[in-house]
């Protein structure tokens, strides 16, 4: 079957760096999202990546290893309004979304 | 940036009522619109994936009689809940994209459906 899998749960404090790991196992693979929900609130898009290496947007950074089926997802200076769930999603080989179960960052001052 | 809209944002219904959403591309045409639910504290579960024009692929578990789907126009497609019962509610959220391979998904503000 397919799986993503990702933390439940980080704490970090602010001003520091956490990083957000993505471990997948899916039927082909055509891209690794990230995106980042805040509470109550539609997810929005953070990062696509689908060839090996980092990938630098500002704060964020998303790194991809396909031949260990893993990414992360890197968050610098971090401030409270990070504090939101962060989701993985990989795109299968028929181009549907499989999306991981989300981890939830709290961000302590 | 692409706009996706989505009405109600927030609606509260008796059981066995049924529940309009509408998701609606704004300022792009979308070729495939997305449905998810979610519930608290978990991630988006895919419901369907409509094709303008077509009928919905549903997936698994997923009762098309109850979650009924249009997709009659690029830019709008609309989720019909028939005869709601409680544990229907939910966070329900749509997406659009322009077309097939990687096109990013364009998420609507998302619908809170409680069912009383």
């Known amino acids: 079957g397919q799986n993503i899998d990702q933390p439940t749960e980080m704490t970090a404090t602010e001003g520091a760096i956490v990083q957000i790991n993505c471990t997948y196992q899916?039927?082909?693979?055509?891209?690794l999202f990230w995106y980042q929900q805040h509470a109550g609130e539609a997810p929005t898009f953070l990062s696509y990546n689908v060839l090996d290496g980092l990938e630098e947007k500002g704060r964020f950074s998303s790194f991809l290893s396909r031949s260990k089926g893993y990414s992360y997802l890197l968050l610098k200076e971090l401030q409270m309004k990070d504090s939101a769930s962060y989701l993985c999603?990989?795109?299968?080989?028929?181009?549907?979304?499989?999306w991981g179960a989300g981890t939830k960052l709290i961000i302590k001052p | 940036g692409a706009v996706v809209s989505q009405h109600p944002s927030r609606v509260i219904c008796k059981s066995g009522t049924s529940v309009k959403i509408e998701c609606r591309s704004l300022?792009?045409?979308?070729?495939?619109m997305f449905w998810y639910r979610q519930f608290p504290k978990q991630s988006l579960m895919l419901m369907a994936t409509s094709n303008e024009g077509s009928k919905a692929t549903y997936e698994q578990g997923v009762e098309k009689d109850k979650f009924l789907i249009n997709h009659a126009s690029l830019t709008l497609s609309t989720l019909t809940v028939t005869s709601a019962h409680p544990e229907d509610s939910s966070f329900y959220i749509c997406?659009?994209?322009?077309?097939?391979?990687?096109?990013?998904?364009?998420f609507g503000p998302g619908t809170r459906l409680t069912v009383l």
């Open positions: 997406s659009a994209s322009a077309g097939q391979g990687y096109n990013e998904q364009f």
């Open positions: 899916t039927s082909g693979f055509n891209g």
């Open positions: 999603a990989v795109l299968d080989s028929n181009y549907q979304l499989i």
């Open positions: 300022d792009f045409q979308a070729t495939t």
